[in-house]
């Protein structure tokens, strides 16, 4: 079983009981029974190989596609007592089995200059509307029936069921999907609403079945049958919680933009810690976009009197009742949101806790009780924004952990406090769910870029609907390349990138400093700037990597080139950063570039790692070009950061009624690591799973005989690893029978 889940990057649309986090281990099948599918590749230097030949030499194997674009390499379906052979032949570079993906307007497009765009013209002296544009939407599909929908829609192709009707799918509630229509919407919708490219043609690749879920050959075979079609830009809206840079979807997207297509990816929605963007929101060439916030009225409660008063910033969930209360109105403490959790909340808002029940259930049974409202707060770190399927008749609203622990403490000894809603204007501010970077080993500045993901209205099959995450993010930019792609047919790749990230706004957090350039990457795009743009920066983000001179000063050395695409001379110089102790900068002295010219320039970086005093450093380096200013985003990190030592833990059923088998994710590797079993009722240690010393970075898969294995029951698991001087862990129950 391979572990890494991948979850469309959406926020809202499902929400799931505390206790779906436990780990049931199915009855274990035996051999002949369990079969796998794998995605293997070849070495990049290879194209001698015969796959055909390979396939002679493992009869058991089914070979079942041939992948030449995306990757080199292919899929086959084995049974699993026979992976460890192919793991172990020196032709393969990887053996990856696949894994389960599932899907993680009309005030966002005019806020990031898409409205403006019709004000602009092509070499044919046609408007800026993606016109004559191919955009390729890896997701659930489409529904092309939609009026809005109709005449973007060009064709598709669907991998789930291997035809060509690319059409979300229909029937069972449970099953239906959405979210492949309503990116598409954002990118190209045309009708009563209006997308950021209206006239931009839609490739639909359905890679993602019944319920949103998918496997890693289906989106490899929609990548390579996207590069097959030529599409211009590609949009995906997926991702996981593995921060590496070398997962094959990973790989696949920097293929597809070695050929040429400007893909686009959402970075996750697992925000707001550092080193949480995941694949293939990782990929070094593609544009991996977290989330902001369009302009929003948004409820404040302000809690006490005159200078001591407390204001609490509130985002209401998605399909209750507005929340509005111009009078003071009474909170009271309500539990978990259990029906009996509601006594003596008649006539008041209640305060309740995130987990066990949906959202749907807890405002349900608050309504009944007489609620007049509800806030739910978070039982995990930070805000979060959810959504629910029926209309409601009272409003709610999320809160973060911290503030609803704040409230819950007042309320235990106040039994009832008294709060004002007020309103305020809200924009440009990172959303608390847009999972940040660095990425892990390569140290990428992660996101490219930011772009509107919260409350947005679009498309849905048989009408619209507002979600928020980085899925929504993720099409605006795609959306804003159309646009750019009409006006700059020629441009390629790396220019487009380099156009909308030296161009986009910096934004700054609520105590008015810039969020760091692993929150917001190189800003919030602006389609309007980044049309006119005719100076290109390769990279358009540096990353001077990891400090790992244990003898003194570190001299750190990046070479970029700009190049002049406008019609007259420029003259350009570099502004000095902020001091830093520890660091300093050695610039390029000013020069000027003819219509035409490019040039590579040295940036230097000295390093004094006795004055180090934080784990990451990083900013912005701001190019005048004449009176112009572009900025590229830097990042510097010191040795062994605060990145997670591990992640991505599953287990399952091993080849036969004796053994079991875990996978966990390492991105540095671990001086030590180990899985540690406590009785789940009494929490006494019952013993170690498996542990390691000097365990190497990557994917870790290991199998344990029956032998090893406790006794039949639930525990609570304790994943720990530890590098250096930090330690992680993760947390969570299993159910051996």
């Not at 192919?86 to 899907?103: A, G, I, N």
Request: aromatic share 8%; glycine share 10%; hydrophobic share 35%.
């Amino acid at each position: 079983m391979r572990s890494i889940f991948l979850t469309f990057c959406l926020i809202g649309l499902l929400t799931l009981p505390v206790n779906a986090r436990e780990l049931v281990i199915p009855k274990i099948p035996k051999p002949s029974q369990e079969e796998v599918i794998a995605i293997i590749t070849l070495h990049d230097h290879d194209s001698s190989t015969n796959i055909h030949g390979i396939k002679k030499e493992y009869p058991n194997m089914e070979l079942r596609n041939i992948f030449v674009h995306a990757l080199n390499g292919f899929s086959v379906k084995v049974k699993r007592k026979d992976l460890s052979l192919l793991k172990e032949d020196s032709r393969f570079d990887l053996v990856s089995e696949v894994v389960t993906y599932k899907p993680t307007l009309d005030h966002s497009v005019p806020f990031i200059g898409g409205d403006q765009m019709r004000g602009f013209y092509d070499a044919q002296h046609r408007r800026l509307t993606g016109k004559g544009v191919r955009v390729g939407v890896v997701d659930t599909g489409m529904d092309y029936h939609h009026p809005d929908l109709k005449r973007s829609y060009q064709g598709g192709k669907d991998l789930v069921d291997n035809d060509n009707d690319p059409m979300e799918t229909k029937g069972e509630k449970q099953l239906a999907t959405l979210h492949g229509t309503h990116v598409a919407g954002i990118i190209a919708a045309n009708g009563r609403l209006k997308g950021v490219a209206p006239e931009a043609e839609i490739i639909a690749y359905r890679a993602l079945g019944p319920g949103g879920y998918g496997t890693t050959e289906q989106v490899i075979a929609a990548i390579e049958q996207a590069i097959k079609d030529e599409v211009d830009i590609l949009n995906l809206s997926l991702g996981n919680n593995v921060n590496g840079p070398d997962l094959p979807i990973t790989k696949a997207l920097n293929k597809a933009v070695e050929k040429g297509i400007i893909a686009v990816t959402s970075n996750g929605n697992s925000g707001p810690g550092i080193w949480t963007v995941g694949s293939p929101g990782t990929s070094y060439r593609a544009i991996s976009v977290g989330a902001s916030t369009p302009p929003l009225n948004l409820p404040f409660i302000k809690i006490g009197l005159g200078s001591r008063a407390q204001e609490i910033g509130l985002l209401p969930i998605e399909g209750t009742k507005k929340w509005d209360f111009p009078l003071p109105e009474e909170l009271v403490l309500a539990g978990i949101g259990k029906k009996g959790d509601f006594k003596g909340a008649r006539n008041k808002i209640a305060l309740v806790k995130r987990g066990e029940l949906t959202f749907q259930e807890k405002i349900s049974n608050a309504e009944k009780a007489g609620a007049k409202g509800v806030i739910i707060y978070n039982n995990t770190k930070g805000n979060f924004l959810g959504n629910v399927e029926k209309k409601t008749q009272i409003p709610a609203a999320a809160l973060s952990k911290e503030n609803g622990e704040k409230l819950k403490a007042l309320l235990l000894k106040e039994k009832m406090i008294p709060i004002t809603t007020i309103y305020r204007r809200d924009q440009d501010k990172i959303a608390a769910f847009s999972s940040r970077g660095p990425v892990t080993v390569n140290w990428e500045i992660k996101p490219d870029l930011v772009a509107p993901g919260v409350a947005i209205r679009s498309t849905i099959p048989n009408g619209y609907k507002i979600l928020q995450g980085t899925s929504m993010a993720s099409p605006h930019v795609a959306g804003a390349c159309a646009l750019l792609k009409q006006a700059h047919p020629e441009w390629t790749a790396v220019q487009m990138k380099s156009a909308l990230m030296t161009t986009a706004k910096l934004l700054s957090n609520e105590k008015g400093e810039l969020y760091h350039t692993y929150e917001q990457g190189a800003g919030r795009i602006q389609i309007e700037e980044a049309v006119k743009a005719d100076t290109f920066i390769d990279p358009s983000s540096l990353t001077f990597g990891l400090y790992e001179n244990l003898r003194g000063e570190a001299q750190h050395q990046k070479t970029i080139t700009i190049e002049n695409k406008g019609k007259r001379t420029k003259h350009f110089s570099f502004k000095m950063p902020l001091d830093e102790p520890g660091l300093v900068w050695k610039l390029p002295i000013s020069f000027s570039l003819m219509a035409g010219e490019k040039k590579e320039v040295k940036i230097g970086l000295s390093v004094n790692p006795k004055k180090l005093k934080k784990g990451i450093y990083d900013g912005y380096l701001q190019i005048h070009e004449d009176s112009k200013t572009l900025h590229i985003p830097y990042l510097y990190v010191k040795e062994e950061p605060d990145y997670p030592r591990v992640m991505g833990f599953e287990m399952g059923a091993g080849d036969n009624g004796e053994t079991l088998r875990y996978e966990l994710y390492l991105p540095g590797g671990a001086d030590e690591m180990g899985i540690a079993l406590y009785d789940a009722d009494t929490f006494r240690f019952s013993g170690f799973l498996d542990t390691a010393v000097n365990a190497p970075r990557g994917l870790r898969e290991k199998v344990i005989e029956k032998m090893k294995l406790p006794p039949s029951g639930t525990y609570y698991a304790v994943i720990f690893a530890k590098k250096g001087s930090k330690e992680d862990r993760i947390e969570t129950s299993i159910v051996i029978p």
